[in-house]
């Protein structure tokens, strides 16, 4: 099952994704929680400590991964990439546990006119 939550800011989005991962977990199912949150928060909400927190590298950090599974530089426009790249390992290697939840965070563009994050959003996505 997939579920992705949106709307607009500031209406709960984390807090329902971590009620909602932590309480599937702790039913015995396996899951991942993708924080594609520009502000990226939903491990403080899920209660990862701090000092694990600083253990996250955000998946759009590991260029040469995107590069590898996409087959576009990261942070350039006006490229062609795969829209279905090999993931299978990915919740196993980038994601911090707790709780029974794997936790992914895309992270977000450093800066405007930074590049396209496209190729990171096709990772993440599938």
């Known amino acids: 099952m997939k579920l992705a939550i949106s709307g607009k800011g500031g209406v709960g989005k984390s807090t329902l994704t971590a009620a909602l991962a932590l309480l599937m977990a702790r039913r015995g199912l396996r899951?991942?929680?993708v924080d594609a949150d520009?502000?990226?928060?939903?491990?403080?909400?899920?209660?990862?400590?701090?000092?694990?927190?600083?253990?996250?590298?955000?998946?759009?950090?590991h260029a040469d991964l995107i590069e590898e599974r996409t087959?576009?530089?990261v942070k350039e426009?006006?490229?062609i990439f795969k829209l279905n790249p090999?993931?299978?390992?990915?919740?196993?290697?980038?994601?911090?546990l707790h709780e029974g939840v794997a936790l992914l965070v895309l992270g977000?563009?450093?800066?405007g006119?930074?590049?396209?994050?496209?190729?990171e959003n096709v990772l993440i996505r599938k």
């Open 77 to 79: 426009y006006g490229q």
């Open 71 to 73: 087959g576009a530089r």
């Open 108 to 111: 977000a563009v450093s800066r």
């Open 113 to 119: 006119g930074g590049g396209c994050a496209c190729p």
């Open 31 to 33: 899951v991942l929680a």
């Open 38 to 61: 520009p502000d990226a928060n939903l491990a403080t909400i899920l209660g990862v400590p701090e000092e694990k927190q600083r253990e996250i590298v955000p998946i759009a950090s």
């Open 86 to 96: 090999e993931v299978s390992d990915i919740s196993d290697t980038y994601t911090v």
